[in-house]
């Protein structure tokens, strides 16, 4: 059976602010760039998420799971699991949401959650170290070289086995937000669609807990 025959992962994403590496996604599966999956999904934690237009104008189903809706966080999870789970969930993609989810759907879908992560894991990466917040800290720093990271979600945060990675270069003279956008546009636009397709081909093996591209 060649890949043609077999039928299309459902690819759900998950956002909570502008999209722009959702873009990327659907920008990539109009060119054909996503081989063997489709969006099928976007569910947003946040109602007002920049990332619901981007989906609604390309016809993609939406759904809002807002953290602030539920009481108690179990009942948020349950809320998300459902949806997953009703949506026929293949590949679940993180991209910029800013939501710990818990490990009860971690668990639900092992090596089928993806993240991407605008540091060189393991740099500037963990609790708290999310959007302006991982440049700040790599100017801080003073690094010369950051990047992105593309990793499989487990229990830890940005500790699962590393997909894709990509260097991008630190300037004398960036801001978080300079050094930001060049790492979306030089790295994490690429590497998001790219990894998502080399999982869609089932072309991603996990050996020792680590991820392998054949
Ligand atoms: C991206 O830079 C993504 O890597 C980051 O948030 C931004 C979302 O932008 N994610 C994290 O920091 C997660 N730890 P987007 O909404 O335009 O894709």
Redesign the pocket.
Known sequence: MNMSDKPLKNIIVM??????????LIDAEKDGRIKGGKITCVISSKPD???LVRAQENGIPTRVISRKSFAKFEDYTDAIHEALYEEYADLIV?????TILDEKIIKAYPYKII????ALIPSF?GKG???L??HEEALKYGVKVSG?TVHFVNEE??AGAIILQKPVEVRNDDTPEIL?RR??REA?WKILPEAVSLFCQDRIYIENGKAYIR
């Open positions: 956002v909570s602010g502008g999209g722009t590496n959702l873009q990327a998420a920049y990332a993180l991209a910029g949401f800013m993240n991407v992560h605008p990466c170290y999310y959007g917040k991982v992105a945060a940005d930001q790492i979306m994490e």
